[in-house]
């Protein structure tokens, strides 16, 4: 199996800032793309960033310019560096991995347990 791992949640207040991590350990063969996903109280799961293995990313517009990924191939993480946050970005971060399991040809999707942002003053 596959497990996600998140950490660096929090409390900030508007304008601040804050680094989430994601770290990917099971029988893993490839991740592609690896990133986040969030959901706040009452509105659906939606796309932040995500970023292919060759490093290519897929952004909210919401985000861009604010929120920056990266990844660390060798250590299956990604890290989000969160800068100018506004109270619209309160919500639970969720990581999201494609996989491909050693031994299995297709790809499965994961999540985190997901991680609770909250930009207030």
């Known amino acids: 199996q596959v497990q996600l791992v998140e950490s660096g949640g929090g409390l900030v207040q508007p304008g601040g800032s804050l680094r989430l991590s994601c770290a990917a350990s099971g029988s893993i063969t490839s991740i592609n793309p690896m990133g986040w996903y969030r959901q706040a109280p009452g509105k659906k799961r939606e796309l932040v960033v995500t970023?292919?293995?060759?490093?290519?990313?897929n952004s909210a517009d919401s985000v861009k310019g604010r929120f920056t990924i990266s990844r660390d191939n060798a250590k299956n993480t990604v890290y989000l560096q969160m800068n100018s946050l506004k109270p619209e970005d309160t919500a639970v971060y969720y990581c999201y991995a494609r996989v491909i399991r050693i031994g299995y040809s297709y790809e499965s999707v994961y999540w985190g347990r997901g991680t609770q942002v909250t930009g207030s003053s």
């Open positions: 970023v292919s293995s060759s490093g290519v990313t």
